[in-house]
Protein backbone atom coordinates (compact mmCIF):
# COMPACT_ATOMS: atom_id res chain seq x y z
CA UNK A 1 0.00 0.00 0.00
CA UNK A 2 1.81 3.24 -1.24
CA UNK A 3 0.25 6.54 -2.17
CA UNK A 4 2.74 9.47 -2.96
CA UNK A 5 2.67 13.04 -3.99
CA UNK A 6 4.56 14.63 -6.64
CA UNK A 7 4.73 18.50 -6.64
CA UNK A 8 6.62 21.36 -7.94
CA UNK A 9 9.10 23.05 -5.37
CA UNK A 10 9.71 26.58 -7.45
CA UNK A 11 7.39 28.34 -10.09
CA UNK A 12 6.32 25.63 -12.14
CA UNK A 13 7.66 23.73 -15.00
CA UNK A 14 10.35 21.78 -12.81
CA UNK A 15 9.48 18.96 -15.32
CA UNK A 16 7.19 17.25 -12.99
CA UNK A 17 5.85 15.40 -16.16
CA UNK A 18 9.07 13.53 -16.38
CA UNK A 19 9.23 12.87 -12.49
CA UNK A 20 5.60 11.87 -12.64
CA UNK A 21 6.06 9.66 -15.92
CA UNK A 22 8.68 7.31 -14.29
CA UNK A 23 6.32 7.03 -10.90
CA UNK A 24 3.09 6.46 -12.56
CA UNK A 25 4.84 3.66 -14.07
CA UNK A 26 5.00 2.00 -11.55
CA UNK A 27 1.52 3.17 -10.19
CA UNK A 28 -2.07 1.28 -10.43
CA UNK A 29 -3.69 4.57 -9.84
CA UNK A 30 -2.75 8.25 -10.83
CA UNK A 31 -4.49 11.17 -9.89
CA UNK A 32 -4.82 14.65 -10.70
CA UNK A 33 -5.86 17.25 -7.57
CA UNK A 34 -6.34 20.46 -8.62
CA UNK A 35 -5.76 23.24 -11.14
CA UNK A 36 -6.80 23.03 -15.04
CA UNK A 37 -5.83 22.92 -18.32
CA UNK A 38 -3.26 26.18 -17.05
CA UNK A 39 -1.15 22.76 -16.55
CA UNK A 40 1.18 21.57 -19.26
CA UNK A 41 3.16 18.03 -18.93
CA UNK A 42 5.53 17.32 -21.02
CA UNK A 43 6.31 13.43 -21.70
CA UNK A 44 8.93 12.08 -24.02
CA UNK A 45 8.33 8.30 -24.14
CA UNK A 46 10.02 6.34 -26.96
CA UNK A 47 11.16 9.22 -28.93
CA UNK A 48 7.42 10.56 -28.73
CA UNK A 49 6.55 13.73 -27.32
CA UNK A 50 3.09 14.12 -25.34
CA UNK A 51 1.54 17.22 -23.94
CA UNK A 52 -1.02 16.70 -21.36
CA UNK A 53 -2.89 19.62 -20.22
CA UNK A 54 -5.94 17.77 -18.58
CA UNK A 55 -5.21 14.07 -18.22
CA UNK A 56 -3.44 12.66 -15.65
CA UNK A 57 0.22 10.92 -17.33
CA UNK A 58 -0.33 6.97 -16.28
CA UNK A 59 -2.52 7.72 -19.31
CA UNK A 60 0.44 6.27 -21.43
CA UNK A 61 0.51 3.47 -19.49
CA UNK A 62 -2.70 0.89 -20.25
CA UNK A 63 -3.44 -0.21 -17.05
CA UNK A 64 -3.05 2.62 -14.88
CA UNK A 65 -6.24 4.10 -13.63
CA UNK A 66 -6.16 7.90 -14.38
CA UNK A 67 -8.60 10.08 -12.23
CA UNK A 68 -9.32 13.88 -12.43
CA UNK A 69 -10.76 14.69 -8.56
CA UNK A 70 -13.12 17.24 -7.60
CA UNK A 71 -10.42 20.28 -6.78
CA UNK A 72 -9.71 20.16 -10.79
CA UNK A 73 -11.58 22.88 -13.16
CA UNK A 74 -12.04 21.21 -16.64
CA UNK A 75 -12.22 22.44 -19.43
CA UNK A 76 -14.33 20.63 -21.82
CA UNK A 77 -13.43 21.81 -25.11
CA UNK A 78 -9.72 20.85 -24.06
CA UNK A 79 -10.30 17.60 -22.05
CA UNK A 80 -12.67 16.35 -25.29
CA UNK A 81 -9.59 17.71 -27.76
CA UNK A 82 -7.25 15.66 -25.17
CA UNK A 83 -9.23 13.06 -25.61
CA UNK A 84 -9.07 12.73 -28.92
CA UNK A 85 -5.60 13.28 -29.65
CA UNK A 86 -4.13 10.71 -27.43
CA UNK A 87 -7.38 8.44 -28.45
CA UNK A 88 -5.41 8.89 -32.52
CA UNK A 89 -2.32 8.75 -31.32
CA UNK A 90 -3.26 4.79 -30.25
CA UNK A 91 -3.51 5.61 -26.94
CA UNK A 92 -6.63 4.75 -25.01
CA UNK A 93 -8.58 6.52 -22.25
CA UNK A 94 -10.79 3.57 -20.97
CA UNK A 95 -9.52 3.89 -17.49
CA UNK A 96 -10.12 7.28 -17.38
CA UNK A 97 -12.52 8.94 -14.82
CA UNK A 98 -13.38 12.38 -13.51
CA UNK A 99 -14.85 13.45 -10.71
CA UNK A 100 -18.66 15.07 -11.12
CA UNK A 101 -17.62 17.67 -7.87
CA UNK A 102 -15.13 19.01 -10.61
CA UNK A 103 -15.67 22.61 -11.94
CA UNK A 104 -16.08 23.31 -15.36
CA UNK A 105 -14.17 26.07 -17.12
CA UNK A 106 -16.88 27.88 -19.09
CA UNK A 107 -16.05 30.24 -22.56
CA UNK A 108 -17.28 33.40 -19.86
CA UNK A 109 -14.37 32.22 -17.86
CA UNK A 110 -11.56 32.17 -20.69
CA UNK A 111 -13.12 35.54 -21.91
CA UNK A 112 -13.05 37.11 -18.41
CA UNK A 113 -9.81 36.11 -17.76
CA UNK A 114 -8.71 37.87 -20.77
CA UNK A 115 -10.84 41.32 -19.75
CA UNK A 116 -9.59 41.23 -16.41
CA UNK A 117 -5.86 41.01 -17.18
CA UNK A 118 -5.93 43.42 -20.00
CA UNK A 119 -8.12 45.48 -17.32
CA UNK A 120 -4.95 45.35 -14.87
CA UNK A 121 -2.83 46.90 -17.66
CA UNK A 122 0.50 47.14 -15.73
CA UNK A 123 -0.60 45.17 -13.14
CA UNK A 124 -1.59 42.20 -14.65
CA UNK A 125 -0.93 38.88 -13.43
CA UNK A 126 0.21 37.48 -16.58
CA UNK A 127 -2.29 34.29 -16.31
CA UNK A 128 -2.67 31.86 -19.04
CA UNK A 129 -5.59 33.15 -19.92
CA UNK A 130 -7.46 29.57 -19.89
CA UNK A 131 -10.30 30.82 -17.06
CA UNK A 132 -8.96 29.63 -14.30
CA UNK A 133 -9.29 32.25 -11.77
CA UNK A 134 -13.00 33.26 -12.78
CA UNK A 135 -13.66 29.22 -12.76
CA UNK A 136 -12.20 28.82 -9.18
CA UNK A 137 -13.75 32.43 -8.75
CA UNK A 138 -17.63 30.80 -9.02
CA UNK A 139 -16.64 27.91 -7.29
CA UNK A 140 -16.05 29.66 -4.53
CA UNK A 141 -19.11 31.65 -4.36
CA UNK A 142 -21.25 28.94 -5.20
CA UNK A 143 -22.43 29.57 -8.38
CA UNK A 144 -20.13 27.28 -10.32
CA UNK A 145 -21.41 24.91 -13.04
CA UNK A 146 -19.83 21.38 -12.31
CA UNK A 147 -19.47 18.17 -14.42
CA UNK A 148 -22.25 16.87 -13.03
CA UNK A 149 -24.48 19.51 -14.68
CA UNK A 150 -22.41 19.24 -17.81
CA UNK A 151 -23.42 15.59 -18.46
CA UNK A 152 -27.20 16.60 -17.65
CA UNK A 153 -28.38 18.55 -20.59
CA UNK A 154 -31.67 19.92 -19.19
CA UNK A 155 -29.55 21.04 -15.50
CA UNK A 156 -26.74 22.21 -17.56
CA UNK A 157 -28.77 24.60 -20.26
CA UNK A 158 -30.71 25.94 -17.50
CA UNK A 159 -26.98 26.64 -15.59
CA UNK A 160 -25.61 28.33 -18.72
CA UNK A 161 -28.75 30.87 -19.02
CA UNK A 162 -28.94 31.71 -15.75
CA UNK A 163 -25.05 31.88 -14.98
CA UNK A 164 -23.87 33.01 -18.75
CA UNK A 165 -27.08 36.27 -18.79
CA UNK A 166 -24.71 37.96 -15.10
CA UNK A 167 -21.24 37.39 -17.23
CA UNK A 168 -22.70 38.93 -20.44
CA UNK A 169 -23.84 41.92 -18.51
CA UNK A 170 -20.22 41.82 -16.65
CA UNK A 171 -18.32 41.35 -19.61
CA UNK A 172 -20.51 44.18 -21.82
CA UNK A 173 -20.91 46.68 -19.60
CA UNK A 174 -17.90 46.50 -17.02
CA UNK A 175 -15.35 45.76 -19.44
CA UNK A 176 -16.85 46.76 -23.44
CA UNK A 177 -16.58 43.10 -24.20
CA UNK A 178 -18.38 41.11 -26.91
CA UNK A 179 -21.21 39.00 -25.33
CA UNK A 180 -21.20 35.83 -25.51
CA UNK A 181 -23.86 33.76 -27.53
CA UNK A 182 -25.68 31.55 -24.67
CA UNK A 183 -27.79 29.23 -27.06
CA UNK A 184 -24.62 28.26 -28.93
CA UNK A 185 -22.58 27.57 -25.94
CA UNK A 186 -25.32 25.02 -24.46
CA UNK A 187 -25.25 23.01 -27.78
CA UNK A 188 -21.47 23.10 -28.09
CA UNK A 189 -20.70 22.29 -24.77
CA UNK A 190 -23.53 19.73 -24.88
CA UNK A 191 -21.61 17.78 -26.88
CA UNK A 192 -18.97 17.62 -24.80
CA UNK A 193 -21.07 16.49 -21.79
CA UNK A 194 -22.35 13.38 -24.27
CA UNK A 195 -18.21 12.57 -24.74
CA UNK A 196 -17.67 13.17 -21.14
CA UNK A 197 -20.77 11.37 -19.24
CA UNK A 198 -19.17 8.07 -19.77
CA UNK A 199 -15.67 9.17 -17.99
CA UNK A 200 -17.91 10.59 -14.71
CA UNK A 201 -17.73 8.28 -11.72
CA UNK A 202 -17.22 9.41 -7.89
CA UNK A 203 -13.01 9.82 -7.68
CA UNK A 204 -12.92 10.15 -3.77
CA UNK A 205 -14.77 6.64 -3.88
CA UNK A 206 -12.31 4.95 -6.10
CA UNK A 207 -8.99 6.35 -4.59
CA UNK A 208 -10.57 5.16 -0.84
CA UNK A 209 -11.04 1.86 -2.27
CA UNK A 210 -8.11 1.02 -4.30
CA UNK A 211 -6.07 1.97 -1.26
CA UNK A 212 -8.17 -0.58 1.24
CA UNK A 213 -7.40 -2.65 -2.07
CA UNK A 214 -3.56 -2.40 -1.48
CA UNK A 215 -2.80 -0.48 -4.78
CA UNK A 216 -0.17 1.72 -5.21
CA UNK A 217 -1.20 5.70 -6.01
CA UNK A 218 0.29 8.82 -7.22
CA UNK A 219 -0.94 12.19 -7.08
CA UNK A 220 0.16 14.38 -9.27
CA UNK A 221 0.82 18.02 -8.52
CA UNK A 222 -0.37 20.79 -10.89
CA UNK A 223 1.78 24.42 -11.03
CA UNK A 224 3.78 24.46 -7.89
CA UNK A 225 4.81 25.41 -4.38
CA UNK A 226 5.40 29.29 -5.08
CA UNK A 227 2.36 29.70 -7.35
CA UNK A 228 -0.27 28.71 -4.19
CA UNK A 229 -2.88 30.63 -3.66
CA UNK A 230 -1.86 31.14 0.31
CA UNK A 231 1.97 30.11 -0.08
CA UNK A 232 2.92 31.07 -3.24
CA UNK A 233 3.94 34.97 -4.40
CA UNK A 234 0.92 36.28 -4.15
CA UNK A 235 -0.99 37.59 -5.75
CA UNK A 236 0.92 36.47 -8.88
CA UNK A 237 -0.23 32.68 -8.24
CA UNK A 238 -2.58 30.58 -9.10
CA UNK A 239 -6.28 29.97 -7.95
CA UNK A 240 -5.52 26.64 -6.38
CA UNK A 241 -3.28 24.79 -3.85
CA UNK A 242 -0.48 23.02 -5.59
CA UNK A 243 0.84 22.18 -2.52
CA UNK A 244 0.69 18.53 -1.05
CA UNK A 245 -2.01 19.49 1.58
CA UNK A 246 -4.27 20.20 -1.75
CA UNK A 247 -4.29 16.63 -2.87
CA UNK A 248 -6.17 16.04 -0.05
CA UNK A 249 -8.94 17.99 -0.55
CA UNK A 250 -8.88 18.38 -4.13
CA UNK A 251 -9.66 14.38 -4.30
CA UNK A 252 -11.39 13.41 -1.10
CA UNK A 253 -8.74 11.33 1.03
CA UNK A 254 -7.17 11.52 4.41
CA UNK A 255 -4.07 12.90 5.10
CA UNK A 256 -3.25 9.56 6.66
CA UNK A 257 -3.18 7.90 3.45
CA UNK A 258 -0.09 9.72 2.16
CA UNK A 259 3.32 8.32 2.96
CA UNK A 260 5.80 9.95 0.40
CA UNK A 261 5.78 13.45 -0.73
CA UNK A 262 7.95 14.06 -3.99
CA UNK A 263 9.37 17.34 -4.24
CA UNK A 264 11.03 18.29 -7.96
CA UNK A 265 12.74 21.55 -8.74
CA UNK A 266 14.89 22.45 -11.52
CA UNK A 267 19.24 22.60 -10.87
CA UNK A 268 18.41 26.13 -11.54
CA UNK A 269 15.16 28.29 -11.29
CA UNK A 270 12.47 30.01 -14.33
CA UNK A 271 9.29 31.26 -13.96
CA UNK A 272 6.62 32.63 -16.21
CA UNK A 273 4.55 35.50 -15.93
CA UNK A 274 5.06 38.49 -13.53
CA UNK A 275 6.09 38.51 -10.36
CA UNK A 276 9.21 38.44 -8.27
CA UNK A 277 12.29 36.62 -8.51
CA UNK A 278 15.31 36.62 -6.87
CA UNK A 279 18.09 35.04 -8.35
CA UNK A 280 16.66 36.29 -11.80
CA UNK A 281 19.93 36.01 -14.59
CA UNK A 282 19.36 39.24 -17.27
CA UNK A 283 21.77 38.36 -19.08
CA UNK A 284 23.79 35.61 -21.14
CA UNK A 285 24.12 33.18 -18.95
CA UNK A 286 20.14 33.43 -18.44
CA UNK A 287 19.89 33.38 -22.04
CA UNK A 288 22.16 30.61 -21.97
CA UNK A 289 20.19 28.20 -20.12
CA UNK A 290 16.81 29.35 -21.16
CA UNK A 291 17.65 27.90 -25.05
CA UNK A 292 19.81 25.05 -23.31
CA UNK A 293 17.36 23.75 -21.40
CA UNK A 294 14.14 24.59 -23.75
CA UNK A 295 12.70 27.00 -21.39
CA UNK A 296 9.96 28.10 -23.28
CA UNK A 297 6.25 27.34 -21.64
CA UNK A 298 4.25 24.49 -22.13
CA UNK A 299 0.56 25.99 -22.34
CA UNK A 300 1.75 29.59 -23.70
CA UNK A 301 4.99 29.40 -25.51
CA UNK A 302 6.04 31.99 -23.77
CA UNK A 303 9.68 32.10 -22.90
CA UNK A 304 10.59 31.25 -19.43
CA UNK A 305 12.46 33.49 -16.91
CA UNK A 306 15.56 32.39 -15.98
CA UNK A 307 17.87 32.33 -13.01
CA UNK A 308 20.00 30.95 -10.14
CA UNK A 309 18.94 27.78 -7.75
CA UNK A 310 17.28 29.71 -5.06
CA UNK A 311 17.64 27.26 -1.87
CA UNK A 312 15.42 29.57 0.24
CA UNK A 313 12.14 29.11 -1.97
CA UNK A 314 13.05 25.34 -1.42
CA UNK A 315 13.77 25.21 1.88
CA UNK A 316 10.62 27.03 1.85
CA UNK A 317 9.10 23.68 -0.26
CA UNK A 318 10.32 21.14 2.07
CA UNK A 319 8.55 23.05 4.94
CA UNK A 320 4.94 24.14 3.32
CA UNK A 321 4.69 20.54 1.58
CA UNK A 322 6.23 18.35 4.32
CA UNK A 323 8.53 16.84 1.74
CA UNK A 324 10.40 13.19 2.05
CA UNK A 325 12.40 13.47 -0.75
CA UNK A 326 13.48 16.01 -3.34
CA UNK A 327 13.89 15.11 -7.47
CA UNK A 328 16.63 17.72 -9.29
CA UNK A 329 15.80 18.12 -12.90
CA UNK A 330 17.53 19.27 -15.96
CA UNK A 331 21.38 19.18 -14.24
CA UNK A 332 22.37 18.74 -17.92
CA UNK A 333 21.48 22.09 -18.52
CA UNK A 334 24.09 23.58 -16.60
CA UNK A 335 26.54 21.49 -18.45
CA UNK A 336 29.37 24.13 -19.62
CA UNK A 337 28.18 27.49 -18.15
CA UNK A 338 31.16 28.19 -16.01
CA UNK A 339 30.56 28.36 -12.45
CA UNK A 340 27.17 28.25 -10.78
CA UNK A 341 25.65 29.96 -8.01
CA UNK A 342 23.13 29.12 -5.47
CA UNK A 343 21.71 31.42 -3.42
CA UNK A 344 21.60 30.50 0.18
CA UNK A 345 19.84 33.40 1.85
CA UNK A 346 18.67 36.82 1.25
CA UNK A 347 20.08 40.62 2.71
CA UNK A 348 17.16 42.86 3.45
CA UNK A 349 17.21 46.37 2.44
CA UNK A 350 18.28 46.91 6.04
CA UNK A 351 21.12 44.54 5.83
CA UNK A 352 19.71 42.15 7.86
CA UNK A 353 20.15 38.31 6.65
CA UNK A 354 17.26 36.08 6.26
CA UNK A 355 17.27 32.26 5.48
CA UNK A 356 13.12 31.86 5.53
CA UNK A 357 11.06 33.36 2.48
CA UNK A 358 9.17 35.96 3.55
CA UNK A 359 5.47 35.10 3.72
CA UNK A 360 4.71 38.63 1.62
CA UNK A 361 6.03 39.81 -1.69
CA UNK A 362 6.20 43.49 0.39
CA UNK A 363 8.78 42.00 2.48
CA UNK A 364 10.53 40.21 -0.41
CA UNK A 365 10.92 43.64 -2.47
CA UNK A 366 14.58 44.46 -2.24
CA UNK A 367 15.63 41.50 -1.00
CA UNK A 368 18.69 41.00 -2.82
CA UNK A 369 20.12 36.95 -2.80
CA UNK A 370 22.88 35.85 -1.16
CA UNK A 371 24.81 33.77 -3.03
CA UNK A 372 27.93 30.83 -2.52
CA UNK A 373 29.58 29.66 -5.94
CA UNK A 374 30.07 26.08 -6.67
CA UNK A 375 32.47 24.26 -9.53
CA UNK A 376 30.57 23.95 -12.78
CA UNK A 377 31.31 21.31 -15.26
CA UNK A 378 31.69 20.85 -19.02
CA UNK A 379 31.28 17.32 -19.25
CA UNK A 380 28.08 15.83 -21.38
CA UNK A 381 26.32 13.97 -18.76
CA UNK A 382 23.08 13.16 -19.75
CA UNK A 383 24.62 9.10 -20.79
CA UNK A 384 25.35 8.81 -16.26
CA UNK A 385 23.07 6.61 -14.79
CA UNK A 386 24.36 6.25 -11.44
CA UNK A 387 25.49 9.02 -8.95
CA UNK A 388 28.87 7.88 -8.61
CA UNK A 389 29.95 8.25 -12.28
CA UNK A 390 29.32 11.95 -12.56
CA UNK A 391 31.73 14.84 -12.77
CA UNK A 392 32.80 15.41 -8.96
CA UNK A 393 31.82 19.33 -9.38
CA UNK A 394 28.60 17.49 -10.39
CA UNK A 395 28.44 15.59 -7.27
CA UNK A 396 29.19 18.03 -5.00
CA UNK A 397 26.86 20.59 -6.45
CA UNK A 398 23.86 17.67 -5.33
CA UNK A 399 25.96 17.40 -2.26
CA UNK A 400 24.95 21.14 -1.02
CA UNK A 401 21.47 21.26 -2.21
CA UNK A 402 20.52 18.59 -0.17
CA UNK A 403 22.27 20.34 2.69
CA UNK A 404 20.87 23.51 1.83
CA UNK A 405 17.57 22.30 1.22
CA UNK A 406 17.38 19.99 4.07
CA UNK A 407 16.44 17.00 2.24
CA UNK A 408 17.61 14.51 0.67
CA UNK A 409 17.90 14.65 -2.85
CA UNK A 410 16.90 10.82 -4.79
CA UNK A 411 16.38 11.28 -8.23
CA UNK A 412 18.56 13.85 -10.41
CA UNK A 413 17.27 14.29 -14.46
CA UNK A 414 20.19 14.15 -17.17
CA UNK A 415 18.26 14.84 -20.37
CA UNK A 416 14.27 14.85 -21.73
CA UNK A 417 13.66 11.04 -22.19
CA UNK A 418 12.36 9.08 -19.16
CA UNK A 419 15.42 6.99 -18.90
CA UNK A 420 17.72 9.82 -18.40
CA UNK A 421 17.01 9.81 -14.59
CA UNK A 422 19.79 8.79 -11.63
CA UNK A 423 18.30 7.22 -9.04
CA UNK A 424 19.54 6.76 -5.54
P1 LIG B 1 -3.36 31.12 -14.09
O1 LIG B 1 -3.14 29.84 -13.36
O2 LIG B 1 -3.62 30.94 -15.56
O3 LIG B 1 -4.41 31.98 -13.42
O4 LIG B 1 -2.01 31.99 -14.03
C1 LIG B 1 -1.49 32.49 -12.81
C2 LIG B 1 0.01 32.37 -12.76
O5 LIG B 1 0.37 31.02 -12.64
C3 LIG B 1 0.72 32.89 -14.01
O6 LIG B 1 1.96 33.45 -13.63
C4 LIG B 1 0.95 31.63 -14.80
O7 LIG B 1 2.03 31.76 -15.72
C5 LIG B 1 1.26 30.66 -13.69
N1 LIG B 1 1.00 29.27 -14.04
C6 LIG B 1 -0.20 28.65 -14.09
N2 LIG B 1 -0.05 27.36 -14.40
C7 LIG B 1 1.26 27.14 -14.54
C8 LIG B 1 2.03 25.97 -14.83
O8 LIG B 1 1.53 24.85 -15.00
N3 LIG B 1 3.39 26.17 -14.87
C9 LIG B 1 3.97 27.37 -14.64
N4 LIG B 1 3.28 28.47 -14.37
C10 LIG B 1 1.94 28.36 -14.31
Request: glycine residues 12%; aromatic residues 8%.
Amino acid sequence: MSASIVVGTQWGDEGKGKIIDIIASRADVVVRSQGGNNAGHTVVSNGEVYKLHLIPSGILYKNTLCLIGAGVVLDPKDFVGEIESMQSRGISCDNLKVDPRAHVTMPWHIALDGLSEKFRGNADIGTTKRGIGPAYMDKYERSGIRVYDLVHPEVFAEKVRTAGKLKNKIITDVYGGEPIDLEEVIKEYTEYGKVIAKYVDDVSVIVYNANKAGKTIMFEGAQATLLDIDFGTYPYVTSSHPLSAGVCVGTGVGPMMINDIIGVAKAYTTRVGKGPFPTELDDEIGDTIRNKGGEFGTTTGRPRRTGWFDAVIVRHSVRVNGLSRLAINKLDTLSGIGDLKVCVAYEKPDGNKITDFPPTLEELAGCKPIYETLSGFDEDISACRDFESLPASCKAYITRLEELCDCKISMIGNGPDRTQIIER
